[in-house]
């Protein structure tokens, strides 16, 4: 009988062995994480010299991570997301994270994320559709309890019918959550957002969590130009001691200490208090805006600012309205296009000066409800310009034509 | 965090207020305190608004006298009435979403391990049987199968006191309640049999009838989870209110309960009972703690 043609040694489909005991690292720790140095911010983010690469959104944020110096981070798989805390669990194989795990579910996860960003310690944790509407309770309370801390949004669908296509109407229930919200448009800033949100929420005034959201396999899982910097420079520690609220690590006085106290008698001081509190969360994110600036440079970005017809967008969409934006021009229209880099804080003062002198405004979406153009006729004046559209969800892609017919053909519907 | 911290610093003792004048000159922050002395200092939880008579409130004394370094223990609970006195204890308090407790713990605990490597930091989840056994129940068990190293405590009344008087999972078969209105369906849930399957290291179903045994066991089940791994007390402590139970007859009922269904039971894993045995044959000092029993 002839021999088995079969390999003895077992392996997945990437070709990784299959084993019970652990894979060994796959750089070595003298190189990766323990010849790390900590940097100043503003080196890292705008002054340390960057070389190009050519990378998937997920490998992207595994390099913002890397360079984070991250206590913590917590996984749960899901589509799109899974990748990237796949990703993170082998920074922290290679010793650049102290602690890591897979939790039981998002809600787990999200509330896991609450107690450690507690603690005092940097968290990192990532999600996709279904799986934020699941931690959203948890996600919720992380800005009234003052608890920095990092959550990716690779944006898809939300079920049903059951799919795991890009679609970024979770953004919409997120925005009103309390945290800073970034809207990535592609791999570079899927790497360049996350460094610079701990930042930002980790100060002293701000003292918030940040929400880098970036529009599934669009970028996840598509390779794009990254700059980046050498890796063997890192962000400062978390200076939890220098933020807004005590830790509850039971390091300080007074003994008698809840943070988190239930404010639910029935009389006016609880309510004021409750109410005061909202205010100071909300106003703490409005307090980010001279930090995103600095470090985002703007939280828009303009392009032909004088155009008549102005395009507003942000995360992949922006990538497709740059695109039409070029047609357009070889065409020889003058066409505009503003990047909203923030949601959360919004940049209305911006968008008020940028569009005065526009008389059509084209806003182009991945999603059904058309949250983006609600937010900016929230704030500008003369809405009658603002066209909804054109509108994609349920993964379906944006082709630039059907942009072009927006911006230059007059549709509106 | 050093009880060297808390000492008041000369000239400013008038201007502290009496009560935590009290609490950093005559406490367990002084001083190891025992069951017995229980009236005669400060203790770590005094005024609360609790119902008169309210069994779980007399546990929680307890609980809060036997923790061996309150000065390094933070709480974490969910909505329910045994917040209403944890959240006003001289011991940090997280006070959560609902059902959050174990999964928010486990993040706690991992954080608090990363910055304090060499300084033992206890992490204590005490929250009622609704938001362990039902709401909660998922990351209970995770964090159980993980293994985390923090100590669980079921503030078990079988029902929902606070939101007044429904039907939880560790409520007795056949119980009226509101969501009941037929009587409860299903037996109460066995937390005991799950803790043992999910490999915690120490298990204890306790009544409050006798203080002592409730402090030994909050003391174990403590020192187990910074050293071991996951313990879990279970705790019967009865809503006179929502089962009319006549306040003078409180401790009567708790007797009765133990005797007929509650008794007394504790495991050990192999690691926590040799741990637990090195304690107590070598007479080990535990700074800081109440004396075991």
Same mark, same amino acid.
């Given at each position: 009988m002839a021999e088995t043609l079969e390999e003895d040694v077992k392996?997945?489909?990437?070709?990784?062995?299959?084993? #019970? #005991?652990?894979?060994?690292?796959?750089?070595?720790?003298?190189?990766?994480? #323990?010849?790390?140095?900590?940097?100043?911010?503003? %080196?890292?983010?705008?002054?340390?010299?960057?070389?190009?690469?050519?990378?998937t959104g997920s490998e992207a944020a595994k390099e913002a991570i890397r360079r984070s110096n991250v206590d913590i981070a917590i996984s749960y798989p899901i589509t799109p997301q899974s990748e990237t805390?796949? /990703? *993170?669990? %082998?920074?922290?194989?290679?010793?650049?994270?102290?602690?890591? %795990?897979?939790?039981?579910?998002?809600?787990?996860?999200?509330?896991?994320?609450?107690?450690?960003?507690?603690?005092? *310690?940097? +968290?990192?944790?990532?999600?996709?559709?279904?799986?934020?509407?699941?931690?959203?309770?948890?996600?919720?309370?992380?800005?009234?309890?003052?608890?920095?801390?990092?959550?990716?949004?690779? +944006?898809?669908?939300?079920?049903?019918?059951l799919a795991i296509q890009p679609d970024n109407i979770e953004l919409s229930y997120l925005l009103n959550t309390g945290l800073i919200v970034l809207h990535a448009e592609n791999q570079q800033d899927f790497y360049d957002y996350p460094i610079i949100g701990y930042m930002v929420g980790e100060k002293p005034e701000v003292t918030l969590p940040v929400a880098v959201a970036v529009d599934g396999f669009f970028v996840t899982?598509?390779?794009?130009? *990254?700059?980046?910097?050498?890796?063997?420079?890192?962000?400062?520690?978390? #200076? +939890?001691? $220098?933020?807004?609220?005590?830790?509850?690590?039971?390091?300080?006085?007074?003994?008698?200490?809840?943070?988190?106290?239930?404010?639910?008698?029935?009389?006016?001081?609880?309510?004021?208090? $409750?109410?005061?509190? /909202?205010?100071?969360?909300?106003?703490?994110?409005?307090?980010?805006?001279?930090?995103?600036?600095?470090?985002?440079?703007?939280?828009?970005? *303009?392009?032909?600012?004088?155009?008549?017809?102005?395009i507003v967008a942000s995360g992949a969409a922006v990538s497709q309205s740059r695109e039409a934006v070029r047609q357009a021009t070889e065409q020889g229209s003058d066409i505009g296009l503003i990047k909203v880099k923030s949601l959360r804080p919004f940049p209305h003062q911006e968008l008020i000066e940028a569009l005065d002198h526009a008389e059509k405004i084209v806003i182009p979406e991945f999603n059904y409800p058309g949250w983006l153009a609600k937010e900016v006729k929230n704030v500008i004046p003369r809405t009658e310009r603002v066209i909804s559209g054109p509108r994609v969800f349920g993964g379906m892609s944006m082709p630039t034509e059907l942009l072009l017919e927006y911006v230059l053909e007059g549709k509106k519907h | 965090?050093?009880?060297?911290?808390? =000492?008041?610093?000369?000239?400013?003792?008038?201007?502290?207020?009496?009560?935590?004048?009290?609490?950093?000159?005559?406490?367990?922050?002084?001083?190891? =305190?025992?069951?017995?002395?229980?009236?005669?200092f400060k203790e770590l939880i005094e005024e609360h608004p609790m119902c008169a008579g309210?069994?779980?409130?007399?546990?929680?004394?307890?609980?809060?006298?036997?923790?061996?370094?309150?000065?390094?223990?933070?709480?974490?609970?969910?909505?329910?009435?045994? =917040?209403?006195?944890?959240?006003?204890?001289?011991?940090?308090?997280?006070?959560?979403?609902?059902?959050?407790?174990?999964?928010?713990?486990?993040?706690?605990?991992?954080?608090?391990?990363? =910055?304090?490597?060499?300084?033992?930091k206890d992490v204590i989840v005490a929250a009622g049987d609704g938001g362990l056994a039902d709401i909660g129940f998922s990351m209970v068990m995770h964090s159980w199968f993980r293994k985390e190293k923090f100590t669980t405590v079921m503030l078990d009344n079988e029902v929902y006191g606070n939101t007044g008087g429904q039907e939880s999972g560790m409520t007795q078969k056949g119980m009226v309640l509101k969501m009941a209105p037929?009587?409860?369906?299903?037996?109460k849930m066995d937390m005991i049999g799950l803790a043992k399957t999910a490999g915690v290291a120490y298990i204890a179903r306790v009544v409050p009838t006798n203080p002592n045994r409730v402090a030994a066991t909050i003391q174990k089940a403590v020192l187990i989870a910074r050293e071991i791994g996951p313990t879990f007390v279970q705790a019967y402590t009865s809503c006179n209110i929502e089962y009319a139970i006549p306040t003078p007859k409180v401790m009567d009922d708790a007797r009765e309960v133990e005797n007929a269904r509650y008794q007394f039971t504790e495991y050990f894993s192999d690691d926590a009972k040799e741990y637990w045995d090195n304690i107590v044959v070598e007479k080990r000092k535990i700074k800081g703690s109440a004396t075991v029993e």
């Amino acid at each position: 009988m002839a021999e088995t043609l079969e390999e003895d040694v077992k392996t997945n489909p990437q070709g990784d062995v299959i084993s #019970a #005991a652990p894979t060994p690292p796959k750089v070595e720790t003298e190189k990766g994480a #323990a010849a790390q140095r900590v940097v100043d911010p503003d %080196y890292l983010i705008l002054q340390a010299p960057r070389e190009k690469t050519f990378i998937t959104g997920s490998e992207a944020a595994k390099e913002a991570i890397r360079r984070s110096n991250v206590d913590i981070a917590i996984s749960y798989p899901i589509t799109p997301q899974s990748e990237t805390m796949q /990703q *993170v669990g %082998y920074l922290y194989a290679e010793g650049y994270l102290k602690d890591y %795990y897979r939790a039981e579910e998002e809600y787990g996860v999200m509330s896991a994320i609450a107690g450690a960003s507690r603690s005092g *310690v940097r +968290c990192l944790t990532a999600t996709a559709g279904p799986g934020l509407m699941r931690g959203i309770e948890a996600i919720a309370s992380w800005p009234g309890a003052r608890t920095p801390a990092m959550l990716l949004v690779m +944006c898809r669908v939300i079920n049903t019918p059951l799919a795991i296509q890009p679609d970024n109407i979770e953004l919409s229930y997120l925005l009103n959550t309390g945290l800073i919200v970034l809207h990535a448009e592609n791999q570079q800033d899927f790497y360049d957002y996350p460094i610079i949100g701990y930042m930002v929420g980790e100060k002293p005034e701000v003292t918030l969590p940040v929400a880098v959201a970036v529009d599934g396999f669009f970028v996840t899982h598509a390779r794009g130009w *990254v700059r980046l910097p050498s890796a063997d420079i890192k962000l400062p520690p978390r #200076a +939890c001691y $220098h933020e807004a609220v005590p830790m509850m690590d039971n390091e300080n006085p007074p003994i008698r200490i809840s943070r988190d106290a239930p404010i639910q008698k029935s009389n006016f001081i609880s309510y004021q208090m $409750h109410a005061s509190w /909202q205010q100071e969360t909300w106003a703490a994110a409005e307090r980010s805006r001279k930090w995103l600036k600095r470090w985002l440079g703007g939280l828009v970005e *303009v392009v032909n600012p004088t155009a008549k017809t102005m395009i507003v967008a942000s995360g992949a969409a922006v990538s497709q309205s740059r695109e039409a934006v070029r047609q357009a021009t070889e065409q020889g229209s003058d066409i505009g296009l503003i990047k909203v880099k923030s949601l959360r804080p919004f940049p209305h003062q911006e968008l008020i000066e940028a569009l005065d002198h526009a008389e059509k405004i084209v806003i182009p979406e991945f999603n059904y409800p058309g949250w983006l153009a609600k937010e900016v006729k929230n704030v500008i004046p003369r809405t009658e310009r603002v066209i909804s559209g054109p509108r994609v969800f349920g993964g379906m892609s944006m082709p630039t034509e059907l942009l072009l017919e927006y911006v230059l053909e007059g549709k509106k519907h | 965090m050093s009880l060297a911290t808390v =000492r008041v610093s000369p000239g400013f003792e008038q201007y502290l207020p009496q009560e935590y004048y009290d609490l950093v000159k005559d406490s367990q922050f002084v001083s190891p =305190r025992k069951v017995s002395e229980m009236g005669s200092f400060k203790e770590l939880i005094e005024e609360h608004p609790m119902c008169a008579g309210c069994a779980m409130t007399l546990f929680i004394r307890t609980m809060y006298v036997a923790l061996p370094s309150p000065e390094n223990t933070v709480f974490v609970g969910t909505a329910g009435c045994g =917040r209403l006195v944890l959240s006003q204890g001289a011991v940090p308090f997280i006070y959560g979403n609902y059902g959050d407790t174990n999964a928010v713990a486990s993040g706690l605990k991992r954080g608090l391990g990363i =910055r304090f490597a060499d300084k033992p930091k206890d992490v204590i989840v005490a929250a009622g049987d609704g938001g362990l056994a039902d709401i909660g129940f998922s990351m209970v068990m995770h964090s159980w199968f993980r293994k985390e190293k923090f100590t669980t405590v079921m503030l078990d009344n079988e029902v929902y006191g606070n939101t007044g008087g429904q039907e939880s999972g560790m409520t007795q078969k056949g119980m009226v309640l509101k969501m009941a209105p037929n009587g409860k369906k299903f037996e109460k849930m066995d937390m005991i049999g799950l803790a043992k399957t999910a490999g915690v290291a120490y298990i204890a179903r306790v009544v409050p009838t006798n203080p002592n045994r409730v402090a030994a066991t909050i003391q174990k089940a403590v020192l187990i989870a910074r050293e071991i791994g996951p313990t879990f007390v279970q705790a019967y402590t009865s809503c006179n209110i929502e089962y009319a139970i006549p306040t003078p007859k409180v401790m009567d009922d708790a007797r009765e309960v133990e005797n007929a269904r509650y008794q007394f039971t504790e495991y050990f894993s192999d690691d926590a009972k040799e741990y637990w045995d090195n304690i107590v044959v070598e007479k080990r000092k535990i700074k800081g703690s109440a004396t075991v029993e």
